[in-house]
Nanobody
Framework: QVQLEESGGGSVQAGGSLRLSCAVS????????IGWYQQQAPGKLRERVA????????IYTDSVKDRFTISRDNAKHTVHLQMNSLKPEDTAVYYC?????????WGQGTQVTVSS
């Protein structure tokens, strides 16, 4: 059973930076795709922010391109999301997500709050 544990959320002023981390455990073959989703309010759909496949290819949602960077440390079984130039509209709960052999797994989420 794959388990994901996020860390690194918090509160920051607009223009600031945060780095989220996700520790992956229990994976037998490794996540085929791993990444981050955000949920801006309870009841809203989780939206994809950035994902990376096992070959290193990345996809970013347009609103975070050139501000956020996803990286993966396979040796340490972690994935990071470096978030720069944060905006109030980036405020959300950020979830780590892993797809392993077509099975999806989610972390518990970490809150990011950006004040103006």
């Amino acid at each position: 059973q794959v388990q994901l544990e996020e860390s690194g959320g918090g509160s920051v002023q607009a223009g600031g930076s945060l780095r989220l981390s996700c520790a992956v455990s229990g994976s037998t073959v490794g996540c085929d795709v791993i990444g981050w989703y955000q949920q801006q309010a309870p009841g809203k759909l989780r939206e994809r922010v950035a994902i990376m496949n096992s070959g290193g290819r990345t996809i970013y949602t347009d609103s975070v391109k050139d501000r956020f960077t996803i990286s993966r440390d396979n040796a340490k079984h972690t994935v990071h999301l470096q978030m720069n130039s944060l905006k109030p509209e980036d405020t959300a709960v950020y979830y780590c997500w892993c797809s392993e052999q077509l099975q999806a797994y989610w972390g518990q989420g970490t809150q990011v709050t950006v004040s103006s």
